[in-house]
């Protein structure tokens, strides 16, 4: 977990920006390319599917969740529940139903969670949202059967740490049958003297106890299977978190392949899977139809 820390806060800066890695766009154009991209994606995905938009599953303004029906449900129905990206500090869920075209029309409703995000949003603070938001869906849902988790970049970590969840302390267990972690961040301790970290500020305590890379917990018999993807542009400090990260849950015995996809950056590695045939997207759809 040390390989960060000879570096300076310059270079750190340098490789935990991920639009400085993009070989498309310029670092100035690429963010704006991408907000553009997952609000048109979202804006199409909700004018062709059945939709149950800002559902409440707690008192806060951005606790709600957008639910993305099948289109043709059968009785019961697995979900894809997407946790998006931003550094914990902007995007939404109202920018983040771009892939599910592909999925509703194959009997998968998808669901996107909102949370707070910083600097009203605390660390420990998102990751208990999105436990909850788990829950709700568990409680009020209940022909959901089966759920998969999906997080871009922040929303890969807080996913991965649903995954360290002792779910004791909660009503529910959620049937969590996948995880797909898609260019996340396992160890937050290299943004603690960051930018990234003006606006969480994370204490050290704050850092550790949230990251996943420190909570891998041995996998139960249930344990769901998790993919950890990585971006070939994505720095070369994203690429050696995923790599840790995934050989750490496959120390613990997790059921764990690492997808390290050619020819994409930070940004159109999650962008495309509104597409049916990028490779994602398919692998998605594959480990949905295992369960």
């Given at each position: 977990m040390g390989g960060w820390r000879g570096m300076s806060v310059e270079v750190l800066e340098d490789q935990y920006s991920p639009s400085r890695w993009s070989?498309?766009?310029?670092?100035?154009?690429?963010?704006?390319?991408?907000?553009?991209?997952?609000?048109?994606?979202?804006?199409r995905a909700r004018a062709s599917a059945q939709t149950l938009l800002h559902v409440p599953y707690?008192?806060?303004?951005?606790?709600?969740?957008?639910?993305?029906?099948?289109?043709?449900?059968?009785?019961?129905?697995p979900a894809l529940v997407y946790i998006h990206g931003g550094y914990w500090q902007c995007l939404s869920k109202d920018d983040s139903g771009f892939?599910?075209?592909?999925?509703?029309?194959r009997g998968v409703a998808v669901v996107a969670v909102g949370y707070d995000t910083a600097p009203a949003g605390h660390m420990d603070a998102m990751v208990q949202q999105v436990r909850r938001s788990?829950?709700?869906?568990?409680?009020?849902?209940?022909?959901?059967?089966?759920?998969?988790?999906?997080?871009?970049?922040?929303?890969?970590?807080?996913?991965?740490?649903?995954?360290?969840?002792d779910w004791t302390e909660f009503?529910?267990?959620?049937?969590?049958?996948?995880?797909?972690?898609?260019?996340?961040?396992?160890d937050l301790e290299p943004l603690l003297d960051t930018y990234v970290n003006d606006a969480l500020k994370m204490s050290r305590e704050v850092a550790q106890r949230n990251s996943p890379m420190r909570r891998v917990t041995p996998a139960v018999p249930a344990a769901c299977e998790v993919l950890v993807a990585v971006?070939?542009?994505?720095?070369?400090?994203?690429?050696?978190?995923?790599?840790?990260?995934?050989?750490?849950?496959?120390?613990?015995?997790?059921?764990?392949?690492?997808?390290?996809?050619?020819?994409?950056?930070?940004?159109d590695i999650i962008e495309r899977l509104s597409e049916d045939s990028y490779i994602l997207t398919q692998v998605i759809l594959n480990m949905i139809g295992r369960a």
């Open positions: 070989r498309r766009l310029d670092r100035d154009t690429i963010i704006d390319a991408h907000l553009e991209v997952t609000a048109a994606g979202t804006e707690g008192g806060g303004d951005r606790e709600k969740l957008d639910i993305y029906f099948p289109t043709s449900p059968s009785e019961t129905f892939a599910a075209p592909p999925l509703v029309s788990l829950v709700f869906l568990t409680e009020q849902h209940p022909r959901i059967r089966g759920i998969y988790l999906c997080g871009h970049s922040a929303g890969a970590h807080l996913a991965a740490m649903v995954l360290s969840t009503r529910v267990v959620p049937d969590i049958k996948g995880a797909v972690l898609v260019s996340g961040l396992y971006a070939q542009h994505d720095s070369p400090e994203f690429r050696r978190q995923s790599q840790e990260y995934s050989q750490a849950l496959r120390a613990a015995g997790w059921s764990v392949s690492l997808l390290d996809l050619a020819g994409v950056d930070h940004f």
